[in-house]
């Protein structure tokens, strides 16, 4: 493993179902980020972590929720899925929680509900 | 509000001719500026940010970037184009006061024509 990894590359959900996407990191980077990518918006943050054991809402949380039980790992859940939550998400870590802090990304989770 | 705006959603250029890509923002503060690119079908990678210091940031694969705080703006720059740099280029600021504020723009399709 090298830098980010998430799974699975695409999915394809029927409305309701529960959803997990994996993220991994090796880089023993303290903090993580979730993303959405829309077309047009851009990417928006979903949660954060600033380091094991600690969450945050971002920008656009509500129907998503996370945890970080270890330095490498940042599941993101979506309890019962709706066609609103079809996007591309992208994982990132950065080493500190600073602000000036490069972020590095994973390649991203096609989600599609249906 | 605080915003990312990235006017242009695509850019055409010829190769070997100059490039730019146009962020603006509207955020509280001296925020941290940085530009990612995202080729297709991956994540976004990481191309130069400002901090502090000359206004002018050289990064990666040649780009530059020119902080001008009068004009709150932060475009993107290339002096010649090559037709690998055709992506999709994304400006983002976070926040000193506060890391997990972080704002993306909307992107621009760079599209670079031999």
């Known amino acids: 493993i090298a830098g980010i990894t998430q799974a699975p590359t695409s999915q394809i959900l029927a409305a309701g179902r529960r959803m997990t996407l994996r993220c991994t990191q090796d880089?023993?980077?303290?903090?993580m980020y979730w993303y959405r990518q829309d077309l047009g918006l851009g990417l928006r943050l979903i949660h954060y972590?600033?380091?094991?054991?600690?969450?945050g809402k971002g920008e656009v949380p509500d129907g998503y929720s996370v945890s970080r039980a270890n330095t490498d790992d940042f599941p993101l859940t979506l309890a019962s899925a709706v066609p609103s939550q079809t996007s591309v998400y992208f994982c990132a870590s950065t080493p500190g929680s600073g602000s000036a802090d490069t972020q590095y990304f994973g390649p991203g989770t096609r989600l599609t509900v249906l | 509000a605080q915003s990312v705006a990235q006017p242009e959603d695509q850019v055409n250029v010829a190769e070997g001719n100059p490039l730019t890509v146009k962020c603006t923002y509207s955020v509280s503060g001296n925020p941290y500026l940085f530009w990612y690119v995202q080729y297709p079908n991956r994540g976004l990678q990481f191309l130069l940010k400002?901090?502090?210091?000359?206004?002018l940031v050289k990064g990666s694969y040649g780009f530059e970037a020119e902080f001008n705080k009068s004009q709150t703006s932060f475009h993107l720059k290339k002096p010649s184009a090559l037709v690998s740099d055709s992506a999709l280029y994304f400006c983002a600021v976070r926040v000193r006061s506060s890391a997990s504020k972080i704002i993306f723009g909307s992107g621009t399709r760079l599209s670079i024509r031999p």
């Open positions: 400002y901090i502090t210091g000359d206004n």
């Open positions: 972590s600033n380091t094991a054991g600690t969450t």
């Open positions: 880089m023993r980077h303290n903090a």
